[in-house]
């Protein structure tokens, strides 16, 4: 057995953009040597032929991100004595104007087979670069279809505790359940569930002791949050689960879906994901104790929430995306509050993310300061890494804070609605 590392890069006079618009199709084809190509489990995996080749090979996207205008793929089938092979591409701007693309491919293979696959790899890579090179047609985008948001209708699950949702109506597929974050309510995800809810269908929960619903007799726990989500597909009779979480509503749905993965049809995590479950003890402890400083002193969060908007909203927030901000954070009781702080500061363990083999997709927004983009980055690529069939997109969220979803809503709403499209097909 052997290793071989290829890389290849080259200038194009091209923009980043216009190179990006040829090759984000991961089943495009655009490279010269293709014979055929097909798409196959919603543009997951592609299977194509060479020029002067009867061979069909086959290679899974496992990585995708617009916001770094890069992907990266498995090899399935067809390359002879390859026991491995991780490819990717990436385009940047090049500082004297235009792109920068390269190509790369980690390979193990027989030793006998290791140095013919990477030097043909290297050639293919040459070619394919040759051909971005040229002088192209701007590529059109297809026109997306307007459609209505569909009605929503609240929801009361009357089993206590209480749960009280918004429902769409009823369709094919998994359900897409939105979970908010420990200072909004189900109202934070008004310019999402309509929308969704056009795909698969889509309902937005008050977590325990929010909104119209009510808390438990006892302390609140992740895993009491986890059989809520339980009930609410058992309600609604859904077999398979999306889960949309925002920062707190992120870390309960990483902690279902990896107690759950079967359950799981996909996962998209905004602003978080592993919560308080990678902090030691003090550092768990002074996050509790600074945020219950103005509970012990008899403030509600109606009184700080001014405070804590100006911390976790963008720089450029529309008045009326602060104002949403606040009003669902002056609703949270004290009671609340101080129940979602316990728990957010008890985790279970840290995460195990070699179980996350649903597609996943991270976003967090470009001004968020309590989930910055290069730690949500950080956290995809160790599930990238961990996954036996990793399918992780990672996206920023140009010019929003850590309630991404509210301050952005349309930036917000194309990559979930492409995710949904093809995991709830």
């Known amino acids: 057995m052997a290793v071989e590392t290829v890389k290849r890069s080259r200038h194009v006079a091209a923009g980043p953009a216009l190179i990006w618009a040829r090759i984000r199709d991961f089943c495009a084809p655009w490279h010269p040597l293709i014979a055929t190509i097909q798409a196959d489990d919603g543009g997951q995996v592609r299977a194509f032929t060479v020029q002067g080749e009867d061979t069909v090979y086959r290679e899974r996207l496992t990585w995708f991100s617009d916001t770094d205008m890069a992907f990266g793929y498995r090899h399935l089938q067809g390359i002879n004595g390859a026991l491995s092979y991780a490819g990717g591409m990436t385009i940047s701007a090049a500082e004297r104007g235009g792109s920068v693309i390269t190509m790369s491919a980690e390979i193990e293979a ?41 009605p929503t209708t609240p929801l009361t699950v009357d089993t206590l505790p209480r749960l009280a949702l918004d429902v769409t109506p009823t369709r094919p597929g998994p359900l897409c359940l939105f979970l908010h974050g420990i200072g909004g309510n189900r109202s934070n995800w008004q ?52 889960l949309c979480g925002l920062s707190y509503g992120a870390w309960i749905a990483t902690t ?53 908007i100006d911390v976790i909203a963008g720089p450029n927030a529309s008045g009326e995306a602060r104002s949403a901000m606040l009003e669902s954070m002056s609703d949270i009781s004290t009671e609340t509050y101080r129940d979602a702080l316990r728990c957010f500061t008890n985790p279970l363990r840290k995460f195990d993310f070699s179980k996350f083999n649903m597609p996943v997709l991270m976003m967090t927004g470009e001004h968020d300061r309590l989930a910055p983009p290069a730690e949500i980055k950080s956290v995809a690529t160790r599930i990238h890494e961990a996954a036996a069939h990793p399918d992780v997109r990672f996206e920023v969220i140009k010019d929003a804070g850590h309630i991404c979803n509210v301050e952005a809503p349309e930036r917000y709403n194309a990559p979930m609605m492409e995710f949904l499209r093809r995991v709830a097909g």
């Open 110 to 150: 027989l030793a006998a087979r290791a140095g013919d696959i990477a030097e043909g790899t290297a050639a293919i890579f040459d070619i394919g670069l040759a051909a971005l090179a040229e002088p192209s047609e701007q590529i059109e985008v297809p026109a997306t279809t307007l459609v209505e948001q569909v």
């Open 191 to 242: 310019e999402q569930i309509g929308w969704a809810g056009t795909i698969t269908r889509a309902a937005a929960l008050d977590l325990r002791g929010y909104g119209g619903s009510t808390l438990g007799a006892a302390q609140s726990t992740v895993e009491d949050y986890c059989d809520d989500i339980l009930r609410v597909a058992d309600v609604l009779g859904a077999e398979k689960l999306v």
């Open 256 to 308: 279902f879906a990896e107690k759950y993965p079967d359950k799981m049809a996909g996962l998209i995590l905004s602003g978080g994901c592993t919560g308080m479950s990678e902090a030691g003890p003090n550092e768990r402890d002074a996050f509790r104790v600074s945020r219950e400083i103005p509970l012990d002193a008899e403030q509600s969060p109606a009184d700080f929430a001014p405070a804590v």
